[in-house]
């Protein structure tokens, strides 16, 4: 990105929040006048001091100092309070806007964009933008009015002290851009570092049973040692940045101090300078160290928000590729009646030479149960991903009541579609709640009559708290055929007109399965329902059955009628009986 529009980038992210900016800015344009301000009210004091003692007038003087460093002291705290808040309100902001983008973005998206990379960006990037604009903000504000407010007085008290003692600044400014940067590479060592050995610890804890029976412990022991090491190296290299750093400002200031010391004590003599200008060049000399030094981290800080910011609107530019056409038709979910036809359906995933999907024609009656088999890679997952539009299917292809997919809202489509994948997923969180993820606010009997309809219910009758049973990584494991029921049981609860199965009974028994698919065949508010198996006992008590190879349905019909034709049902269905014969 250019660094103009990086820079307006910038400026969308404050634009909510520039009243806090400008507050802070201006209570910081208020702090650097008082830090000019107090230094020459201390000068006239110590004037006073050589040539008319007064107690009453040093009294005066004490109370207007204290009171006026009070002041400049709370408002350095609120300048700070107000420009930091703007970085976590940026940060919050930021981090909100990629989560809501993530979730328009299709699964595709998350094909080729690993968690790990999505999750470091939305917190490690968001952290530099919110140093960038909290921190870098402050201290450049706070820099340039430091040096645009000391410096005339500084001249005007002497032009050639104020030269020669801040001639040592641009040498601590380099070296605290320097050591800032060496700052920057030793912190990420000891992150990478720290890293290495939680996943060590990670996986050595999840692989506990595969590490005891293969008497690993020794190595491990080693692998912890040695990634512990070089942590601590790490962290002792850091620690010896810092702690050489600090000092050499400190010493520079000291510098700058003593050159004002020894050019102004031969004035102070002649009386070419009064004792109260040269404590006040003391003070502003000393007062300039901080923000000198700040701006060699605000560099660093910028360099590295200038990173981010692209990385993030990496993301945030991305835009969706499935997403609701301009002008959507309306088809309410009570009205669906179910019927689904494909006309010359084609896909082919983005870079593959041959298509997924290759000119499929179907109609899919109202209520009708079809089971589609076919061989590993047919192309069955890619026809059940296509109908709720996880893939970017072109118009004029897939029809749900004769209304042309592509020009419906997602919500609706989606909304008239149960879908169970072949990977069950299940939240961390109650057995109830999982069931509940499609309708959070249903009632306890309808989650209850979709478990029985799924066929888990007596299960859960038998674990420790029911329904209120944790599942998941901080709960209890369920079995593979407990979670695909589970799953099922969700996409129950929904009633939606449409339900589709791709593989989700393929931990449960043949029977169990068959059973499951009775049941949805049963009753008044028939499903139409694609069940896509490698279960050809389950797929026979189906409608009609669909027959893929090589991305094309190749044939169609009954059970019966399947097995009378030769082809490549037959070839599966014998293959089934002699497996069927085998158990
Ligand atoms: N995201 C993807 N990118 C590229 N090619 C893909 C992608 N997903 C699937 N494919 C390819 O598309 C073809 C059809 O895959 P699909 O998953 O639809 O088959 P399937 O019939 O469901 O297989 P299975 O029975 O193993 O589930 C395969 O050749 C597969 O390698």
């Known amino acids: 990105m250019a660094k103009s529009r990086r820079l307006a980038t910038l400026g969308t992210y404050l634009r909510p929040h520039w009243q806090e900016t400008a507050l802070g800015i201006v209570a910081l344009l208020a702090v650097n006048g008082l830090g000019v301000y107090i230094p020459l009210l201390i000068r006239d004091c110590v004037n006073k001091l050589s040539s008319d003692f007064n107690l009453e007038d040093i009294f005066n003087y004490v109370a207007i100092i204290a009171l006026l460093s009070s002041a400049m002291w709370l408002i350095r705290m609120a300048s700070r309070i107000w420009l930091f808040g703007v970085g976590r309100q940026v940060e919050f902001d930021l981090k909100q806007n990629i989560f809501e983008h993530l979730l328009t973005l299709e699964p595709s998206y998350f094909?080729?964009?690993?968690?790990?990379?999505?999750?470091?960006?939305?917190?490690?990037?968001?952290?530099?933008?919110?140093?960038?604009?909290?921190?870098?903000?402050?201290?450049?504000?706070?820099?340039?009015?430091?040096?645009?407010l000391t410096l005339p007085v500084m001249l005007s008290l002497s032009w050639d002290i104020t030269?020669?003692?801040?001639?040592?600044?641009?040498?601590?400014?380099?070296?605290?851009?320097?050591?800032?940067?060496?700052?920057?590479?030793?912190q990420q060592q000891v992150q990478e570092k720290l890293s290495s050995l939680s996943d060590l610890i990670q996986e050595d804890i999840s692989g506990i049973g595969a590490l005891k029976i293969y008497a690993q412990e020794e190595n491990e022991r080693r692998a912890f040692a040695d990634k512990s090491q070089r942590l601590l190296e790490a962290n002792l290299d850091l620690a010896r940045s810092r702690n050489t750093l600090f000092p050499i400002i400190g010493g520079l200031a000291n510098i700058s101090s003593l050159i004002i010391i020894w050019l102004g004590a031969s004035r102070l003599i002649s009386g070419t300078m009064?004792?109260?200008?040269?404590?006040?060049?003391?003070?502003?000399?000393?007062?300039?160290?901080?923000?000198?030094?700040?701006?060699?981290?605000?560099?660093?800080?910028?360099?590295?928000g200038e990173v981010s910011v692209d990385r993030i609107e990496a993301i945030l530019s991305v835009q969706p590729k499935i997403k609701d056409a301009r002008n959507t038709e309306n088809l309410e979910r009570s009205q669906v009646k179910g019927e689904i036809s494909a006309v010359n359906l084609t896909y082919t995933y983005p870079g593959a030479n041959t298509s997924a999907l290759d000119e499929l024609n179907f109609t899919i009656k109202p209520g009708e149960i079809i089971a589609i088999v076919g061989a590993i890679g047919s192309g069955k997952t890619t026809l059940a991903n296509s109908l709720p539009r996880l893939l970017d299917i072109s118009p004029g292809q897939l029809f749900l009541d004769g209304?042309?997919?592509?020009?419906?809202?997602?919500?609706?489509?989606?909304?008239?579609?149960?879908?169970?994948?072949?990977?069950?997923?299940?939240?961390?969180?109650?057995?109830r709640n999982n069931i509940r993820y499609g309708d959070p606010v249903s009632e306890e009997e309808d989650v209850e009559t979709a478990a029985k309809q799924a066929q888990i219910s007596s299960e859960i009758a038998n674990f420790p708290q029911q329904y209120e049973t944790v599942v998941g990584e901080r709960g209890i494991t369920?079995?593979?055929?407990q979670r695909q029921r589970t799953a099922l049981a969700r996409a129950m609860l929904v009633d939606a007109?449409?339900?589709?199965?791709?593989?989700?009974?393929?931990?449960?028994?043949?029977?169990?399965?068959?059973?499951?698919?009775?049941?949805?065949?049963?009753?008044?508010?028939r499903k139409t329902v694609i069940f896509i198996t490698h279960q050809l006992s389950a797929a026979a008590s189906a409608d009609r059955i669909f027959v893929m190879d090589k991305g094309k349905i190749v044939q169609t019909g009954t059970q019966e009628e399947l097995i009378q034709q030769s082809g490549l049902y037959r070839t599966l269905w014998s293959q089934h009986q002699v497996e069927e014969l085998l158990h």
């Open 403 to 431: 209304v042309d997919i592509t020009k419906l809202s997602l919500g609706e489509l989606r909304g008239a579609i149960a879908y169970v994948p072949q990977e069950s997923f299940l939240f961390s969180t109650t057995i």
């Open 497 to 525: 007109p449409v339900l589709i199965l791709d593989d989700a009974l393929s931990s449960v028994d043949n029977q169990t399965a068959t059973a499951i698919l009775k049941n949805l065949s049963k009753g008044a508010q």
């Open 274 to 304: 009064s004792a109260g200008d040269l404590v006040t060049l003391l003070i502003y000399v000393q007062q300039l160290v901080f923000p000198t030094a700040l701006l060699g981290f605000t560099i660093t800080a910028y360099q590295r």
């Open 163 to 186: 030269l020669f003692s801040l001639a040592v600044y641009p040498v601590m400014f380099l070296l605290v851009q320097l050591f800032s940067n060496r700052l920057r590479n030793e």
């Open 111 to 148: 094909a080729t964009n690993t968690p790990g990379d999505l999750i470091s960006r939305a917190t490690s990037d968001v952290d530099n933008i919110r140093r960038l604009l909290g921190f870098a903000v402050l201290s450049l504000a706070n820099t340039s009015f430091a040096y645009i």
């Open 478 to 481: 369920l079995s593979g055929g």
